[in-house]
C-alpha cells in the first residue's frame, strides 16, 4: 500500500466539481483507493463522489490519499498531483 | 441505516390523537408514499426484484442520457469550467455505494425501485445534514436533485407491481392526499392514521361517506408504526394501538364486529343523500306480503309498486275475492304503517292465466286489453278490487296506483269508480284521502303528460313497458333482444320529459322499472331529475350506497350530455364513461 499525505489549497476544498476530477482521475486506476482527513476520521473511497463530498475537506485540511493495487504508486503520485494544482481551479 | 430498536417492534404501543372519522377498525398497517414524484408502490413482491432491477437501471441510462446533454449543452454555452458541475452529478448516479445500498433495498427488502431509491438517498443526506461546515452540508442537494430525475424517470417507465397488500388495512402517513388515497381500493381500506389531517378535507369526507375511521393528529406517526403492524383504530375516542396483545385484539373485534353490523343496518336503513346533500327516496317493489318486510328491512322507505296480480294468479278459474284481498292488502298496510305503499292495480300482462285471457280474447295479452283498461271494462272485477283496498286503508297508508294509462278519459272514469266505491263504503278513514296515479308505460301517454298530471296525484314510471312499446319490441323476445335496449336516446329522452313534466307540475315521479334497480341506470335517473326509486328489495342497499357517493351537480351535467346525443353507441359509451359503478367513486367527490 502506498500512503501520502497532502494539503488542500484551492479556495472550495473538495467541493463537487473538485470532487468529481478526483474521482475521474482514481477511476482510470486499478488500486483501490481510499482518502481520510486524519487518524479518528471516517475514510472516503476515492470512487465515490458522495462519500468524498462528504469528508467535508475544506481549504486548509491534511488529506491522507492511500492506494493498494496492481498500479498504487502512479495512483497516489496523480492524485497527490491534482491536488497540489489546486484541481486546476483558479483560486 | 436505520437504527429500529427490537423491542420497540415486539410491544403494544397507544397513539393519541383527534377522530376525524368515527368508528372503529382493525387492520395491517401500511404506509402510504407521499405524493412527490407521483405515487408507487412501497414494496414489490420478492419475485419480481429481477424484473424492478431491470426497471432501475434503465432508469439509470436514461437519467445519465439526459445529463450528458445537460453537460454538453452547458458547455457550447459557458465552457468547460463550469459544465463540470454536471459532472458531479453524473456520478453521483455511477457512485457503487449509493447504487449497492438502492439494488440492496430491492433485493433484501422488496423495495420499489423508486422507494429504494429514495431511502438510500435519505440515509445519505443523513450524513450529509450531521456535516459542520454549511458549506458542504449543503452539497447533500446535489444528491437530491439527481435522486428526483431518477425517480421521475422510473415513473415513466411501466409502473412496478405491487406486492400483494393484505385485505384489511389501515393506511398510514404523515398527511395523504385523494389522489393517493384513491390509489387503493377502498373496499380494503379499514382505517387511516395522519399526522396532518383537516375535519373538512376531502379525504375526511371520502372517508366518512364510506365509513372509514380515522384518527389524525398522531406525531411522529410514520416512526411509531410500521408497515406489516397489527392496528386497532377508535375514531370514536381518536385512539390507535399499535401491536396490540391478543387479548385486546380480540376484544376490540368483537366491538368492531358489532359495530359493523349496527352501522350497516342503519346506514341501509337511513335516508339517501347524494354527496351534496340531495334527498332521494328509496322505495321497495313487492309482490307478495313477504316481500313487503324484506323491502322496509333492506332500508325500502316504503313500497313503490306491490304488484296485485299475484293475488289473482292464486285462483286459476276465478278472480279473487274481496275479503281474500282485503287481507293481503291489510297486511301490506300494517307493515308500511305511516310509509308509503302504492298497490298496482290488476295488470295482468305476461303472465298467463286462463280465466283473464279468456275475457281478453288472447293469451297472453302484451298489448289491447290490458290493466285499467281491462279492469274498465269490467268494473266489477275492478270495484272488487278497490273495495278491498279501501277497506283494508283503515291500518295504514295505501294509494293506487292506474297502470297501462293512454287517455285522460280512463283516469277519470277509474276516478269516478273510486270515489263511488268510497262513498258506498262510508267515509273515509281519518287521514289523507287516497292518492291515485298512473303507471306511465305507454307512450301515448307522455304525449298527453301535462293534462294527465292534472288528474293524478303521482307518477309511477312502469320503464319495462314503457321501453318494449316505444321500441316495439318484447322484453322477452329472444330474438330480438339486443334491441331492448333503455339507453335508446328515445327512452332518455322519455325520461327526461317525464322527470320535467312532473316537477313542473310538483307532482312525484317515482321510477319503478328494472332500470332503477342497477346502479348506472339510476344515478342516471337522478341526475335526469328523478327523486324517486323503486327497486328490488336486494338492490336497495346496494343503490343507496352508491348514490351517497355522487355529487348530483356531477349526474345533472353527464345526464345532460347523454340526453343530448342521438347514436345508441355514442350514448353507451358516454354511460360507460359517466356512470359506470367500476369507476372510482372518487371522480365525482373531487
Not at chain 2, 280465466?355 to 271494462?377: D, E, N, W
Request: charged content about 25%; aromatic content about 4%.
Amino acid at each position: 500500500m502506498v500512503r501520502r499525505t497532502v494539503r488542500i489549497r484551492n479556495e472550495l476544498g473538495l467541493h463537487a466539481r473538485a470532487a468529481a476530477r478526483l474521482v475521474r482521475l482514481a477511476g482510470r486506476f486499478q488500486s483501490e483507493i481510499r482518502l481520510s482527513t486524519g487518524p479518528n476520521r471516517p475514510e472516503a473511497d476515492g470512487k465515490s463522489i458522495l462519500s468524498l463530498v462528504l469528508l467535508a475537506a475544506g481549504a486548509g485540511t491534511d488529506v491522507t490519499v492511500s492506494a493498494r493495487g496492481e498500479d498504487e504508486r502512479e495512483a497516489v503520485q496523480a492524485l497527490v498531483k491534482l491536488v497540489e494544482d489546486r484541481f486546476d481551479e483558479k483560486r | 441505516m436505520r437504527n429500529v430498536d427490537p423491542a420497540s417492534l415486539s410491544h403494544p404501543k397507544a397513539l393519541r390523537g383527534r377522530g376525524l372519522s368515527p368508528g372503529k377498525a382493525i387492520g395491517t398497517a401500511y404506509r402510504v408514499a407521499p405524493l412527490r414524484g407521483g405515487f408507487f408502490p412501497l414494496h414489490i413482491r420478492p419475485e419480481d426484484a429481477a424484473e424492478e432491477l431491470k426497471r432501475l437501471k434503465t432508469a439509470l441510462g436514461v437519467s445519465l442520457r439526459q445529463l450528458h446533454e445537460v453537460r454538453d449543452r452547458l458547455e457550447s454555452q459557458v465552457g468547460r469550467e463550469q459544465s463540470c458541475i454536471v459532472d458531479a452529478h453524473l456520478l453521483i448516479l455511477e457512485d457503487q455505494h449509493f447504487l449497492k445500498g438502492i439494488e440492496k433495498r430491492i433485493l433484501g427488502s422488496s423495495e420499489s425501485a423508486e422507494q429504494a431509491t429514495r431511502a438510500t438517498v435519505e440515509s445519505w443526506l443523513r450524513l450529509y445534514r450531521s456535516l459542520q461546515d454549511p458549506f458542504f452540508r449543503e452539497r447533500g442537494s446535489d444528491l437530491e436533485e439527481v435522486a428526483e430525475r431518477l425517480i421521475a424517470n422510473l415513473g415513466r417507465l411501466q409502473p412496478s407491481k405491487p406486492q400483494n397488500l393484505p385485505r384489511d388495512l389501515v393506511l398510514f402517513a404523515d398527511r395523504i392526499s385523494l389522489l393517493a388515497l384513491a390509489e387503493f381500493s377502498l373496499d380494503r381500506v379499514r382505517g387511516l392514521l395522519l399526522n396532518q389531517g383537516g375535519r373538512h378535507s376531502h379525504v375526511n369526507i371520502i372517508a366518512r361517506s364510506c365509513q372509514i375511521p380515522v384518527v389524525a393528529g398522531i406525531e411522529r406517526v410514520t416512526e411509531r408504526v410500521h408497515s406489516g403492524d397489527v392496528v386497532l383504530v377508535d375514531g370514536d375516542q381518536g385512539l390507535a394501538q399499535v401491536r396490540p396483545s391478543l387479548k385486546d385484539q380480540e376484544e376490540f373485534s368483537i366491538q368492531v364486529r358489532q359495530q359493523r353490523q349496527r352501522s350497516r343496518q342503519e346506514s341501509d336503513r337511513a335516508a339517501c343523500r347524494t354527496l351534496d346533500g340531495h334527498r332521494i327516496h328509496i322505495l321497495a317493489n313487492t309482490e307478495v306480503g313477504s316481500e313487503v318486510g324484506l323491502g322496509l328491512q333492506m332500508g325500502g322507505e316504503g313500497i313503490g309498486l306491490f304488484r296485485s296480480e299475484s293475488i289473482y294468479l292464486e285462483n286459476r278459474k276465478a278472480p279473487a275475492g274481496e275479503e281474500r284481498q282485503y287481507g293481503v292488502y291489510r297486511k301490506l298496510a300494517q307493515m308500511a304503517g305511516e310509509r308509503k305503499a302504492i298497490i298496482r292495480t290488476l295488470d295482468i300482462g305476461d303472465e298467463d292465466h286462463p280465466y283473464f285471457s279468456k275475457l281478453a280474447g288472447m293469451a297472453p295479452p302484451v298489448l289491447g286489453l290490458r290493466g285499467i283498461r281491462m279492469s274498465l271494462r269490467y268494473p266489477e272485477i275492478f270495484r272488487t278490487q278497490i273495495r278491498a283496498i279501501l277497506r283494508a286503508r283503515q291500518h295504514g297508508n295505501l294509494d293506487i296506483a292506474l297502470p297501462m294509462v293512454s287517455g285522460l278519459q280512463e283516469v277519470r272514469q277509474a276516478r269516478r269508480l273510486i270515489e263511488e266505491v268510497q262513498a258506498q263504503l262510508g267515509a273515509p278513514p281519518e287521514g289523507k284521502p287516497v292518492e291515485v296515479g298512473i303507471m306511465l308505460e305507454v307512450p301515448a301517454a307522455l304525449l298527453i303528460l301535462p293534462a294527465l298530471l292534472e288528474e293524478s296525484d303521482f307518477v309511477l314510471v312502469g320503464s319495462n313497458d314503457l321501453v318494449q312499446f316505444t321500441l316495439a319490441v318484447g322484453r322477452i323476445d329472444e330474438e330480438a333482444s339486443d334491441l331492448y335496449n333503455p339507453l335508446h336516446p328515445s327512452i332518455l329522452r322519455s325520461l327526461v320529459q317525464i322527470a320535467d313534466a312532473c316537477n313542473q307540475a310538483s307532482k312525484p315521479a317515482i321510477v319503478c322499472g328494472e332500470i332503477a334497480s342497477h346502479a348506472d341506470f339510476a344515478s342516471l335517473l337522478v341526475g335526469m331529475g328523478f327523486r324517486s326509486l323503486s327497486m328490488s328489495p336486494f338492490a336497495i342497499p346496494v343503490i343507496k350506497r352508491h348514490l351517497r357517493r355522487l355529487r348530483l351537480d356531477t349526474l345533472r351535467k353527464a345526464a345532460d350530455y347523454l340526453t343530448s346525443l342521438s347514436a345508441i353507441e355514442e350514448i353507451e359509451t358516454a354511460f360507460r364513461d359517466h356512470f359506470d359503478p367500476a369507476g372510482s367513486p372518487l371522480r365525482s367527490a373531487s
